[in-house]
Structure formats: C-alpha cells, structure tokens
C-alpha cells in the first residue's frame, strides 16, 4: 500500500508539473517587442538587444526591439503604456521616463499607474568631470569657483530632463551653486563641446569618461553613485564628500502596460534574472558601461516610486529657473 501510495503522487507531481509547465508556456506569445524609447548604440538599446536575443532563444519566439525615440523618452514610453497588456509588448525603461514625465507638460501617461515593473536589468554610474581649461582638480575647487561666478559657470547634458542634466540640478541645489545649463539634443553635441571647453563642466557614464580622463581631456572629481567604481576606484563618490543626497545612478529595466496578467509577469521576471546571470550577456553589458542586476518586480517597483518622488521636488525647486526651456 506504501508503495502504491509513493507512485501515486509521484504520478500526480509529473503531471502537475507537466501541466504547469505547459500553462507557463502557453502564456507567451508568438511575437514579443521591446520598445526602446532612444536610438540605436544608447544604454537603453544595448540592454534591450541583449536580453532580447536571449529571450528569443529561451522561449523559441521571435522577439523585436523596436526604437522610439523622442521627447526625452516620452514617445515610445507612451506607446509602450497604451499597449495591450498581453504580454506581447515590453518597454525598456529607466529612470529618465520618471524624469521626464514630469517635466514635460500634458504628458499623456503616468510611469506609475500605466506601467508594471518586471525587473531591473542593469545600472550604469554617473562620473562629475570638468574641462581642464577650468583649472579645478576637485569638486571643493568647483564649488568655490562657481560661487564667485553665480551664473558664469557652465554644466551640460544630453537634453532637457535627461539624468545628466538632473543629476546637475540635484548637486546645484544640494551644493547652493547656480551653473547654468545648456541642454544638447543628445550625446555627441554635448561631449564634442565638453571636450572642446566650450562646456566646463556636467556628468558624463563613468565608462565614457575615462578614455578622456586617461588622455588629459577631462578632470575626473567624482562619482554619483553609493560606492567607488571599479573602472575609476581612485575617484571618491559625491556622499563620500559629504554630500549624502546626491546619488545619481542611472538604471534600465523592463515593465510592461499595466493589467498584464501577474502570473505572465512573474515568469519573466524569473526568466530575466537567469538571463542576467550568463557571462555572455553579463560581458556585453559591461562593455556598454552597465553592471548587470536583476530585481524582483516588487524591488523595482519601490525604487521606481522613490526616483518619481525625489526627481519630482528637485524638478519643482528648480521649475522657475527653467520655465524658458519649456516654451
């Protein structure tokens, strides 16, 4: 009878598991598309493709990144966010679409409410640099010049809203400064004029960075992330010099349009995570300027709200300053 007993529920575990692994199945779909609110070549882009392709492999369906850009990520979040929740379309999303829904007017979605966080999938450090022609090799050195020179000092960024630019806005108002921005739309304006000193200072991925560092054309003076990077272990963190709030870590992740079925969302979830464990995909990352990290969807979900509420009074205590910019 023991034994009769033993094979019964081991008969009955083999077709439970059969079973749920069939319904686990089924739930995905034929297609899947990622939507990535920027162009090609951007951290966005990178770790979408790179979870992407695995994705594709893992679950034998055919999985499309398909880049929106435009509006500081507003476009393709909005359109990720008005898209059937049947698991069908994803977003690649980051802290900046907490960003810049709130700076932009008349933004037709909510990060928050529209969307569901599935998991992280990398996080990238922010390095504080200066033009050499500026004469600071600190930011104590920084601080003192643009305090003689309200106005005259100058910070740059890849656009309005992105977290370049909020990342200086934060070390204004944590530091009492005033350096004036002067947005780009995108990257390789900014960078072109940095490295040419018409630009004297702003944030810049720590990875980028140091190739300009190491050649003299740029002054590494801190990190914004919690820790020391690996990359730069000789340049301090902004909280390591006393300023405790200025933690400026850019992230990407994956959410998906809100009321997509929670079961569908905790499948990914796991599948992601086992993703971002493989050395290769980990590599790639990597040698785009992230650190691969994966999260439950309630962890990110915490930090999503933390990121909305922080960079919602920074935006707020700085809005008359840039209430031009907006027209």
Same mark, same amino acid.
């Given at each position: ?70 509006? /500081? ?8 966010? %008005? ?5 069908? &379309? ?11 829904? $709130? ?23 922010? +390095?504080?640099?200066?033009?050499? %022609? ?17 106005? $005259? ?22 530091? $009492?400064?005033? +350096? ?11 960078? #072109? ?16 960075? $140091? ?12 990190? !914004?992330?919690? %820790? ?6 000789? @340049? ?23 009321? &997509? ?5 905790? #499948? ?12 290769? @995909? ?5 040698? !785009? ?5 994966? &999260? ?16 919602? #009074?920074?935006?707020?205590?700085? /809005?008359?300053?840039?209430? /031009?910019?907006?027209?």
């Amino acid at each position: 009878m023991k034994n009769l007993l033993s094979r019964f529920w081991m008969l009955w575990s083999a077709m439970a598991l059969a079973t749920t692994c069939a319904w686990g199945q089924s739930q995905v779909p034929s297609t899947i598309k990622i939507i990535t609110p920027f162009t090609v070549g951007t951290g966005y882009d990178t770790a979408a493709r790179a979870v992407g392709n695995r994705l594709a492999e893992k679950w034998g369906t055919s999985v499309i990144v398909q880049n929106m850009p435009g509006a /500081s990520g507003n476009i393709g979040t909005d359109a990720a966010a %008005k898209a059937a929740p049947d698991g069908a &379309t994803l977003l690649m999303g980051g802290n900046t679409m907490l960003i810049s829904s $709130q700076i932009y007017k008349n933004v037709p979605f909510h990060p928050l409410k529209d969307l569901a966080p599935v998991s992280l999938v990398a996080t990238g450090t922010l +390095m504080l640099v200066a033009h050499p %022609k500026l004469g600071v090799q600190n930011v104590a050195e920084l601080l003192r010049l643009a305090k003689s020179k309200p106005g $005259q000092v100058n910070f740059g960024s890849p656009g309005l809203g992105t977290p370049h630019h909020m990342a200086m806005e934060l070390f204004n108002m944590e530091t $009492q400064t005033n +350096m004036l921005h002067v947005p780009y739309r995108g990257t390789s304006g900014y960078i #072109q004029d940095l490295l040419g000193g018409e630009i004297m200072t702003g944030f810049l991925p720590v990875h980028v960075a $140091q190739g300009f560092i190491r050649s003299g054309k740029l002054t590494a003076l801190a990190v !914004g992330s919690p %820790k020391r990077h690996p990359v730069a272990a000789d @340049v301090p963190t902004l909280i390591e010099l006393g300023y405790k709030n200025i933690d400026v870590d850019l992230w990407y992740a994956f959410f998906v349009p809100a009321k &997509t079925p929670a079961s569908y969302v905790a #499948q990914l979830q796991a599948e992601i995570a086992a993703i971002l464990r493989e050395p290769g @995909v980990r590599d790639v990352l990597n040698k !785009g300027g992230m650190d691969a990290r994966s &999260t439950t969807s309630e962890e990110l979900g915490e930090m999503a709200q933390k990121d909305y509420v922080r960079w919602g #009074q920074v935006i707020r205590n700085r /809005s008359e300053e840039h209430t /031009s910019e907006l027209q």
